[in-house]
């Protein structure tokens, strides 16, 4: 996780900059220890990208630019679909979204999507039921990869059904709740079996990718991994994807 003292001294030390490299990053670091190891201070460099304090321009020139959040848009079925769940269960948690969202972030483009409505746990039968009851069509309860594979097809606009894990990091965004990036990023990494189009080169392709356009908070998805069981898994990932992207 970032060190704010870091961030402090590096806001002094570059503030009045517009832009500053690679060299002077690694030259700040040894400034405040002589003994500090290279590999040390690639991963502090990425903590500092992946969080937003710093932005890379390019392999060479960095700035302390904030990159932006990343804001889910929702369809209309979505909409709906979260709309009829909160009317029926009033006080529900629960949040919605769609694969289409990582779409910008992949190198192989698929050739489907679905949408996951997430409610908290327990409550995905009578969720589940209550969709059925309301005519809604292509509605899956916690489908295993057959059922994914038979149901799911380009013009689907299937529905996945599934536990909200507690305390997941997730934001309002008018009258519906999404999640925010850290989670995706969690769930992808986590649920091999539900998000298979997005596993090995693409996982790590989109974690790139997501990691240099918006912000993402490590501490929140860190912690959201740990959860999950994830976060050595998960922090191993990161940094063997910083250690290729640096090295």
Same mark, same amino acid.
């Given at each position: 996780m970032v060190n704010f003292l870091f961030v402090k001294q590096l806001r002094i030390k570059f503030g009045d900059t517009t832009a500053f490299t690679r060299a002077q990053l690694y030259e700040f670091f040894r400034e405040?220890?002589?003994e500090v190891k290279e590999t040390t201070i690639r991963w502090r460099?990425?903590?500092?990208?992946?969080? =937003? %304090?710093?932005?890379? %321009?390019?392999?060479?020139?960095?700035?302390?630019? %904030?990159?932006?959040?990343?804001?889910?848009?929702?369809?209309?079925?979505?909409?709906? /679909?979260? =709309?009829?769940?909160?009317?029926?269960?009033?006080? /529900?948690?629960?949040? /919605?979204?769609?694969?289409?969202? %990582?779409h910008e972030f992949m190198l192989h483009q698929p050739g489907r999507s679905f949408s996951i409505l997430e409610v908290e746990k327990g409550s995905e039968e009578i969720v589940f039921n209550h969709l059925l009851n309301t005519k809604m069509r292509n509605i899956l309860l916690r489908p295993d990869p057959d059922q994914l594979d038979n149901y799911i097809s380009p013009n689907s606009d299937t529905v996945v059904v599934r536990p909200l894990i507690s305390k997941s990091p997730v934001q309002k965004k008018g009258t519906y709740t999404v999640p925010l990036i850290e989670k995706i990023l969690v769930d992808l990494y986590s649920d091999t079996k539900l998000f298979t189009l997005f596993q090995g080169s693409e996982l790590e392709f989109i974690f790139n990718n997501v990691l240099e356009k918006y912000s993402v908070n490590e501490t929140r998805m860190l912690n959201y991994a740990a959860r999950r069981g994830k976060k050595q898994d998960l922090a191993l990932f990161i940094e063997r994807l910083t250690n290729h992207s640096n090295g």
């Amino acid at each position: 996780m970032v060190n704010f003292l870091f961030v402090k001294q590096l806001r002094i030390k570059f503030g009045d900059t517009t832009a500053f490299t690679r060299a002077q990053l690694y030259e700040f670091f040894r400034e405040l220890d002589p003994e500090v190891k290279e590999t040390t201070i690639r991963w502090r460099i990425y903590n500092l990208k992946e969080n =937003g %304090i710093i932005r890379a %321009i390019d392999k060479t020139w960095f700035s302390l630019v %904030i990159l932006p959040p990343f804001l889910p848009v929702l369809e209309n079925r979505q909409k709906e /679909i979260f =709309g009829r769940v909160t009317k029926e269960f009033p006080g /529900i948690k629960a949040c /919605i979204w769609s694969t289409k969202l %990582i779409h910008e972030f992949m190198l192989h483009q698929p050739g489907r999507s679905f949408s996951i409505l997430e409610v908290e746990k327990g409550s995905e039968e009578i969720v589940f039921n209550h969709l059925l009851n309301t005519k809604m069509r292509n509605i899956l309860l916690r489908p295993d990869p057959d059922q994914l594979d038979n149901y799911i097809s380009p013009n689907s606009d299937t529905v996945v059904v599934r536990p909200l894990i507690s305390k997941s990091p997730v934001q309002k965004k008018g009258t519906y709740t999404v999640p925010l990036i850290e989670k995706i990023l969690v769930d992808l990494y986590s649920d091999t079996k539900l998000f298979t189009l997005f596993q090995g080169s693409e996982l790590e392709f989109i974690f790139n990718n997501v990691l240099e356009k918006y912000s993402v908070n490590e501490t929140r998805m860190l912690n959201y991994a740990a959860r999950r069981g994830k976060k050595q898994d998960l922090a191993l990932f990161i940094e063997r994807l910083t250690n290729h992207s640096n090295g």
